[in-house]
């Protein structure tokens, strides 16, 4: 559920996003599809529109912990202001056309996301751990780290 009035298009913004497979199928359990959102995920971020803080994919769903950066969220795309839901429904799009042309899946997601706007009260470490531990809870890796599929990347805000 969206908060009304809020400015999602907002670069001082930290999001924790969850997307999930289509029919929560366990499409991640394929290295070659998890390649596939990593890669996009890293283009994402050298392009600038992003600042990536953690992410793991886990097989039927991804999380990520992340701000529009200035330069994306200041300008305007072809449908208005750019705002989370457009990064979100970009990096959808594109994910899922990848995995159609090499034959994986179809359609890769489902239709909406989960997104929660971290409030200032919130400890985004905690958060991190939560979204960085999620394999470890579920029993796929003893710690984080060795899960090949949760990575922190950027320090996080103060």
Not at 16 to 34: D, H, L, R, W
Not at 75 to 82: D, I, L
Not at 109 to 129: A, T
């Amino acid at each position: 559920m969206h908060l009304k009035g809020f400015n999602y298009g907002s670069h001082e913004c930290v999001f924790f996003v969850t997307i999930c497979t289509a029919e929560k199928k366990p499409y991640f359990s394929k290295p070659n599809m998890c390649r596939v959102i990593i890669d996009e995920l890293e283009y994402r971020l050298s392009k600038k529109e992003i600042r990536l803080y953690c992410y793991c994919i886990m097989p039927d769903h991804l999380h990520i912990l992340l701000s529009l950066e200035q330069n994306y969220a200041s300008k305007n795309g072809a449908f208005g202001e750019r705002t989370l839901q457009n990064w979100v429904s970009t990096f959808k799009r594109y994910t899922g056309r990848m995995a159609k042309q090499a034959h994986y899946v179809w359609p890769l997601w489902q239709k909406n996301f989960y997104d929660h706007v971290v409030r200032k009260d919130e400890s985004l470490v905690g958060i991190c751990s939560y979204i960085l531990n999620n394999p470890v809870r579920k029993g796929m890796a003893p710690t984080w780290e060795r899960y090949p599929y949760s990575r922190m990347i950027s320090d996080l805000p103060t």
